[in-house]
């Protein structure tokens, strides 16, 4: 699942008291953007990946996402790094 973006990563915990529907979509980025969702910051399962939903930003929406720590990634796509916000919304179930 992974895309495999060669910039900068920056790296968003996102923590879930109870199970949820989440999206995350990156905004006003000045650079073409990759997102990646992992369970563990360091090598986790990758749970879900974009590239490019919006244009050049990217989005991801999980469902039924459990209670816990996930960590999103905001990767730059082919080297490419800049800013960037990241917007949750988070729909508890």
Partial sequence: MALGGTGPDAVVA???SAPA??????IAADS???IFIRDAC???AESAC??????TNSE???VGLA????YFFVDGYDGDSGTAAL???VTPN
């Avoid at 529907?21 to 990156?26: G, I, N």
């Fill in 50 to 55: 974009n590239d490019d939903a919006i244009a």
């Fill in 21 to 26: 529907d989440v999206r995350a979509t990156v």
């Fill in 42 to 44: 360091d090598d986790g």
């Fill in 87 to 89: 917007d949750f919304v």
């Fill in 67 to 70: 209670a816990g720590v996930d």
């Fill in 60 to 62: 991801a929406e999980l």
């Fill in 32 to 34: 073409d953007t990759e």
């Fill in 14 to 16: 996102l923590v879930l």
